[in-house]
């Protein structure tokens, strides 16, 4: 087994290197879409949007099972116990491939359908093959690739999987983006995504095997060891309903173009969204997952007071740029397209807001999710679910797209509540008042930077990209000087402490 590394270490390699693949993804994430949806128009752009989404549905068949099996081997990891490693390790592999024929057959009777559906905008065998080709990404992962990552994960490693993706996710933009340009087939450019996927799974087999010489394949495996992956599947599927409710409906009720619309904006927030909670939940929750394993309660209150502190430091930069700066993205990202709607104030406030809630409640999300209280927390994420849908459902037809933003945001404002006070009053054991105040800080610092961006620039359309990266640098400056102060002047202790795990990285334990 391999050799293992202290916990501020592993941290500190898990949030670097996902912070560079994430800012990596969210960068070219930015350009391709808009390469897409210049050379090849609103339409084809917004299927490739409906079709990522109903492969979200499509990933039903594996739900639950990546929260439950890094969970399964917390306990084996700690021990060193090889044989129960394998043993849990070959269960996962074999839900994995279930999984993967399951991805198989589904994507299959979808490719069949759709046509049917949206035969009218599109040719059908481009629909079928565009569906056929992203989702076969989805399908190889589940067959190759999946098992390496959890383990990986779950022992504090999930920078190996970090330098794997960004490697290759190199590789897949250069190749899209020379194949965009020659204005290849849009079936061509879609299917590069899968083929990444074998290279990816043959750098982490390799790492796999030189650093756990003690895996086994022929080690009966266990699969009760999964136990809690139906309770998990419960969080994923009410999840899967509150991010992909509204597309869906768009899709069914709307049009592709309105489609489209919506996927400019979602796609920053999505990205933002990716980005923060793959640094700091991912690349966290195995190191506090042991901590409470181990039962240092002191440690663990330390930690995450400095976490959830620092966090929402990133957070109101983050989103007090991006406030200021969303309208300027959109006017450049789709200047192009003149007679479509996409500068559009209310969708920005909006998506503002779900952003705002939806990335607020991570810390203490990220505190559920290492104490595996999927089971305990069930019937509150299908609760979520159920007002998001309800309410979007009441208000697509009066308000079209602006209802189903309102009623995600209805259904945010109760969940981000409801782990908040969940993850302090089952987890932490102590009051969720600092926690509050925290996030009542972030949204007035983020407010403040908006008013302040409004007096002193005021201008937010914009012609190129130069012109966007300029007013970029001075709203950043803005933000930065003025979320740095109040953060100060507010907990000068945490601040410092903060200051210290940057600059000197030295972590009192």
Request: hydrophobic share 50%.
């Amino acid at each position: 087994m391999s050799k293992p590394l202290s916990k501020k270490k592993a941290s500190m390699l898990n949030m670097a290197l996902m912070g560079a693949y994430q800012i990596v993804t969210a960068l070219f994430g930015f350009v391709l879409p808009s390469m897409i949806l210049n050379t090849y128009g609103a339409s084809l752009h917004g299927y490739t949007t409906t079709v990522s989404n109903i492969m979200s549905y499509v990933a039903l068949v594996n739900a639950g099972l990546a929260p439950a099996a890094v969970q399964a081997l917390y306990t084996p990891l700690a021990k060193k116990d090889t044989y129960r490693l394998n043993q849990v390790l070959n269960a996962i592999d074999h839900f994995y491939t279930v999984s993967g024929c399951l991805y198989t057959i589904a994507i299959a009777i979808i490719a069949s359908v759709l046509p049917f559906v949206l035969s009218n905008q599109l040719p059908p065998i481009l629909i079928v093959l565009l569906m056929i080709v992203i989702g076969a990404s989805s399908t190889l992962e589940c067959f190759i690739y999946s098992k390496y990552k959890v383990l990986l994960q779950a022992d504090q490693r999930l920078f190996v999987v970090s330098v794997a993706d960004t490697i290759m996710y190199f590789v897949r933009v250069g190749l899209q983006v020379i194949l965009i340009w020659a204005k290849a087939s849009i079936v061509i450019v879609m299917a590069i995504p899968a083929v990444m996927v074998i290279f990816r799974m043959m750098i982490l087999s390799i790492y796999c095997r030189n650093n756990y010489p003690g895996l086994d394949k022929k080690v009966v495996r266990d699969n009760s060891a999964l136990s809690k992956r139906w309770s998990a599947m419960a969080h994923q599927l009410a999840g899967l309903v509150v991010y992909n409710t509204d597309v869906t409906l768009l899709t069914l009720f709307g049009s592709l173009v309105q489609v489209s619309i919506y996927s400019v904006y979602n796609l920053v927030f999505q990205k933002l969204y990716e980005l923060l909670t793959n640094i700091f939940s991912s690349g966290t929750l195995a190191s506090f997952g042991q901590l409470m394993s181990e039962n240092k309660r002191e440690s663990l209150l330390r930690n995450y007071d400095l976490y959830e502190y620092g966090y929402y430091i990133i957070i109101t930069f983050v989103y007090g740029v991006s406030a200021s700066m969303i309208l300027p993205f959109v006017s450049v990202y789709t200047k192009k397209y003149t007679d479509i709607p996409y500068v559009d104030v209310k969708l920005a406030v909006l998506f503002m807001l779900i952003g705002f809630a939806n990335n607020i409640r991570i810390p203490c999300l990220t505190m559920i999710n290492a104490a595996g209280h999927f089971k305990e927390t069930q019937w509150r994420a299908i609760l979520e679910a159920v007002i998001n849908i309800t309410v979007s459902l009441l208000l697509i037809k009066p308000l079209g797209m602006y209802g189903l933003l309102i009623g995600t945001i209805c259904s945010f404002a109760y969940r981000t509540t409801d782990i908040i006070y969940y993850s302090h009053k089952h987890i932490l054991n102590i009051s969720c008042k600092k926690s509050v105040l925290r996030v009542l800080r972030v949204a007035l610092v983020i407010a403040i930077n908006v008013i302040l961006y409004k007096l002193l620039v005021g201008k937010y359309i914009m012609n190129g990209w130069g012109e966007w990266i300029m007013y970029a640098v001075i709203a950043s400056i803005i933000v930065l000087v003025t979320t740095g102060l109040i953060y100060f002047i507010t907990e000068k202790k945490q601040f410092l402490a903060c200051m210290n795990l940057i600059i000197k990285r030295k972590v009192k334990r």
